[in-house]
């Protein structure tokens, strides 16, 4: 069964400082792989996706990540974060069904900036 | 272009009430579907709707239910309402095709945050 791990509960970090979020899928054959993020009374809002090719993936607000097939991993990273990206972030992987699809994801990163 | 708008915003009932919660999914959208997220955790996939049936359900009793309008509007219904059932419930919309990634991402409302007493 498809799985999503982010060994991070809570994050802190400051601002104008580099920002890396782990994440591990487990899925057996080729992931689609998925960042949201999501703010305090907000729904969710894609981040960026990976489906395949370039392992480098950009997002919007000067994110980006990496999917490292070798190591099911797919970390999120900020060379310079903001304190307006302060907010929960969701790693998924994405999962064909027989009639349908959905996403799987993993139980979230809170992120702090402290200025 | 209105995106995903769910309602109401916050509810609170009691247990063995039922409730139910409302999608209006993205324009030009025709698959809806429902996720469930509680205090701490992720998102969870309850079911999805494609041509007004569900075509695909998640790990959730029967007292989980819904349906998809002509319109491409959605309802969940929820019967019986336990303590657990307290949690953000997600409406995303997206459009079809087997794999919706290969046809774009999937839109999300803000959500119907339900509090079981």
């Known amino acids: 069964a498809q799985s999503v791990t982010q060994p991070d509960i809570h994050i802190t970090v400051s601002e104008g400082a580099s920002l890396e979020l782990r994440c591990n899928y487990s899925y057996g054959a080729t992931p689609y792989l998925f960042w949201y993020v999501q703010s305090p009374g907000q729904g969710l809002q894609l981040l960026l996706k990976y489906f395949s090719g370039d392992t480098l993936v950009q997002g919007i607000k000067g994110f980006e990540a990496e999917f490292k097939r070798s190591q099911s991993s797919f970390n999120l990273r900020k060379p310079s974060v903001h304190w307006s990206d302060a907010a929960e972030y969701f790693c998924a992987v994405g999962a064909i069904m027989e009639y349908g699809n959905k996403l799987v994801f993993g139980a979230g990163t809170i992120l702090r900036v402290k200025s | 272009d209105a995106g995903v708008t769910q309602s109401p915003t916050h509810l609170i009932k009691t247990r063995g009430q039922q409730v139910t919660l409302r999608c209006s999914p993205k324009s030009g959208h025709d698959t809806v579907s429902w996720y469930q997220q509680a205090l701490g955790q992720g998102p969870q996939f309850i079911f999805q709707?494609?041509?007004?049936?569900?075509?695909q359900r998640g790990n959730f009793p029967d007292r989980f239910s819904g349906h998809q309008f002509p319109n491409y509007s959605s309802e969940l219904n929820v019967n019986a309402l336990l303590l657990g059932d307290s949690a953000l419930y997600l409406c995303?919309?997206?459009?079809?095709?087997?794999?919706?990634?290969?046809?774009?991402?999937?839109?999300f409302g803000e959500g119907s945050r339900l509090t079981v007493l």
């Open positions: 709707y494609y041509e007004e049936e569900e075509r």
């Open positions: 995303a919309s997206s459009s079809p095709g087997l794999a919706l990634w290969d046809t774009g991402e999937l839109f």
